[in-house]
């Protein structure tokens, strides 16, 4: 039977939510899966491997994501254990890594597959910012796919059956492209492409202070806070909270838009949310065509009364 | 110096899209702009020129004939010269990096390569990274701030919640730029004139000694996404509103 490799991606070894969707999809392909996971701590991790009946752990006294050294690592496993096709999320790190290890594999990557259908070697992607999207078929014996978060269900696993666990080092030949530090952000923002919910908010917000009424519900809801560009440009919000064409491109449960006209490439970033609010003073905004729900009326009004609502049921 | 930057042309982000033979896009009235991250990619290297002098600052592509406004476009931004792989074909990303690379090569030395992270057509994410790995060279990719000293390249990349990647490379490099590496530059007018007289160097496919094309990655079926019926507007007073709201959230879209 082929072999399938799901690469288990961790910060500061804590699993990243969408690995439970890489793991439930490998599992659903019915070839033999390899989880492949850098740590030195694999025991807290089992719980989410179950029913994986091959794990690859790579331990190093320094274990911390170094591109050259991650995708030498892969690649060599790849060949040594004979993996056909390659799942990994379709995160910052997972665009820099896969095709790295596509290249040194000399395998057919996809990025930002948002359905893989193993039988009949078809691949949906979004293209043109989502605008459109492309069944693609891959030529290849040796596959290689990274997921969009927030699209694949997941599916818990009962196994009592205990993995196989194999242990290697990590290949530290070469480091041309060396991360010497990570920067922090100042707060402790959730991951926008991640998040099950985005409260975000345009030029209709006028000031950067004004955001702080989005981080309120923001922390009632757990959410994320987003913004468009416009909003970002004036300096309301950093770069990082851009969701659009030339920002986050996000797929959260709900997606509340404060304040945002809706243009096209606003809307590229959040077209997939499953349920879009909109809340603007223009009953004419394009964003109320896309909305699920709309209320037309002065944000800083009604922002308030939402805060109050939403504290009455949580 | 000499300084790559790999551009591709798309089509405008407001163009309206529709498919052709369930495979590819319709053409007729499109208009065509530089890929955004490919700007910054040429914008970060005229800063640089203008920093070190004796730089050059070549720019390439593949495409179709329709390209060389692209080139033109950025030549008209202050790039020096511009090579232009002129194909009709589909070609996947794996033989555009190679043809990039091989391109790159025959001009001899490098020093430095800038391109967009992603092209905003295909959305692939793949170029920059094959390219490097085909020079054999380092690679940082979502590149959001760059700085040059000696032969040493310091860069900042984006990566998730907020935070960024530091990070040292040796040249010759290759920088996947994104959004907030700086503001492109509109062209001059001078510059535009300048631009028309600057001759494009042609290349085929074949020039490159790829000759049979071996796409991997087939394009099947391009398709629009299904579109959302309209949903429910609230207007008037906006407390009941506000109330309606949250309850429709909670008890039918069931997201909170
Ligand atoms: C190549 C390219 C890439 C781009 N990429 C992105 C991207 O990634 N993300 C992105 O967002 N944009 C992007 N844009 C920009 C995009 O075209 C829009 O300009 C931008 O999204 C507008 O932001 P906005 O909706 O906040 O502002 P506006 O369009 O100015 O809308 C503000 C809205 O707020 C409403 N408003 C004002 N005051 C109130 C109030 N008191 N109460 C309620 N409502 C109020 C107004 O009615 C209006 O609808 C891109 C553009 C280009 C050309």
């Known amino acids: ?314 | 110096m000499n300084i790559f930057v790999c551009i591709k042309q798309v089509p405008d982000t407001e163009a309206t899209l529709s498919v052709k033979n369930g495979k590819t896009i319709n053409e007729d009235g499109i208009k065509w702009i530089i890929s955004p991250y490919d700007e910054h990619a040429i914008e970060e290297a005229l800063k640089l020129k203008a920093k070190i002098p004796e730089t050059n600052v070549t720019l390439i592509t593949l495409g179709p004939k329709r390209c060389e406004n692209a080139l033109r476009g950025g030549l008209a931004m202050g790039a020096d010269h511009a090579i232009h792989i002129e194909t009709d074909e589909h070609v996947d990303n794996r033989i555009i990096a190679k043809a990039l690379a091989i391109a790159i090569k025959q001009e001899g030395n490098y020093n430095l390569i800038f391109i967009g992270k992603q092209a905003i057509d295909d959305d692939s994410y793949l170029t920059h990274i094959y390219l490097a790995e085909n020079l054999g060279i380092p690679v940082s990719t979502n590149v959001t701030l760059f700085n040059y000293e000696s032969e040493k390249v310091f860069v900042e990349r984006e990566i998730d919640g907020g935070e960024k990647e530091k990070i040292e490379m040796t040249t010759p490099c290759v920088i996947g730029a994104a959004k907030g590496l700086n503001t492109p530059r509109y062209p001059s007018l001078m510059g535009m004139m300048k631009a028309k007289k600057i001759p494009i160097k042609k290349l085929s496919l074949q020039d490159l000694e790829i000759g049979e094309i071996d796409n991997k990655i087939i394009v099947e079926k391009l398709f629009a996404p299904p579109e959302k019926p309209q949903g429910k507007v609230i207007e008037g007073d906006i407390e009941d509103g506000v109330k309606e709201l949250v309850k429709a959230l909670k008890d039918e879209a069931k997201v909170l």
């Open chain 1, 1 to 314: 039977m082929a072999n399938i490799g799901v690469y288990v991606e961790l910060k500061e070894d804590k699993s990243k939510k969408s690995n439970k969707e890489a793991i439930s999809l490998a599992k659903k392909s019915g070839k033999n899966v390899y989880a492949i996971i850098f740590t030195n701590n694999l025991d807290q991790h089992l719980d989410e491997l179950k029913g994986i009946k091959k794990i690859i752990q790579i331990k190093d006294q320094d274990l911390f994501y170094q591109p050259d050294y991650y995708s030498d690592t892969i690649s060599n496993i790849i060949k040594d254990f004979d993996l056909n096709d390659f799942i990994g999320i379709c995160s910052a790190q997972g665009k820099d890594l896969f095709p790295r290890i596509a290249a040194k594999t000399d395998a057919s990557l996809v990025n930002d597959c948002i359905d893989i259908d193993f039988e009949n070697n078809l691949i949906t992607k979004p293209v043109f910012a989502g605008r459109l999207l492309t069944k693609i078929r891959v030529e290849d014996e040796f596959k290689m796919y990274t997921i969009r978060p927030n699209v694949f269900p997941v599916q818990a696993s009962d196994s009592e059956e205990n993995p196989e666990i194999i242990t290697k080092e990590l290949n530290k030949k070469e480091l041309k492209t060396r991360i010497v530090d990570i920067v922090k952000s100042d707060s402790k923002k959730i991951d926008l492409t991640e998040a099950d919910i985005i409260i975000s908010g345009g030029r209709g917000m006028k000031e950067k202070e004004n955001f702080k009424m989005l981080e309120d519900i923001a922390q009632l809801l757990n959410a994320g806070v987003g913004a468009s560009r416009a909003a970002v440009d004036a300096g309301f919000a950093t770069s990082d909270m851009q969701v659009g064409q030339t920002g986050k491109v996000v797929n959260p449960k709900l997606y509340i838009a404060c304040g945002i006209s809706g243009a096209i490439q606003h809307f590229a970033g959040m077209k997939t949310s499953k349920i879009i609010v909109a809340i603007n003073k223009d009953s004419e905004a394009p964003i109320f065509k896309k909305a699920d729900y709309g209320i037309v009326g002065d944000l800083f009004k009604v922002v308030p009364l939402l805060k109050k609502e939403l504290e009455k049921i949580l």
